[in-house]
């Protein structure tokens, strides 16, 4: 079993921070790429930011500048730093990532967390 949790959100005023932090773990084989996608009431999922296994990042156009993302050394964890956050970051904050299990050492598949609140607000 795989198991992705992610936590760290909360409420911030405007032009406050906020980290988040993803942990993956479980029966995985190897971890490709992991992002933190977004959903917003009555809005589509987004992509907010991804990274490679090689650390390679990749960010929407509204975030770029503002959020940070890393992954640990192990590739297990992942941070999605977030500053100067605006009313409209406020969403539901989702954790990917792209894997491949013991069980099946030969198929990358998506495994999410729960989602974690993040609201901006004065």
């Known amino acids: 079993q795989v198991h992705v949790v992610e936590s760290g959100g909360g409420l911030v005023q405007p032009g406050g921070s906020l980290r988040l932090s993803c942990a993956a773990s479980?029966?995985?084989?190897?971890?490709?790429?992991m992002g933190w996608y977004r959903q917003a009431p009555g809005k589509q999922r987004e992509l907010v930011a991804a990274v490679t296994s090689g650390g390679i990042p990749n960010y929407a156009d509204s975030v770029k500048g503002r959020f940070a993302i890393s992954r640990d050394v192990a590739k297990t964890t992942m941070y999605l730093q977030m500053n100067s956050l605006k009313p409209e970051d406020t969403a539901v904050y989702y954790c990917?990532?792209?894997?491949?299990?013991?069980?099946?050492?030969?198929?990358?598949?998506?495994?999410w967390g729960q989602g974690t609140q993040v609201t901006v607000s004065s």
């Open positions: 990917n990532a792209n894997l491949a299990s013991l069980v099946s050492p030969g198929r990358r598949d998506d495994y």
């Open positions: 479980g029966s995985i084989f190897k971890i490709y790429a």
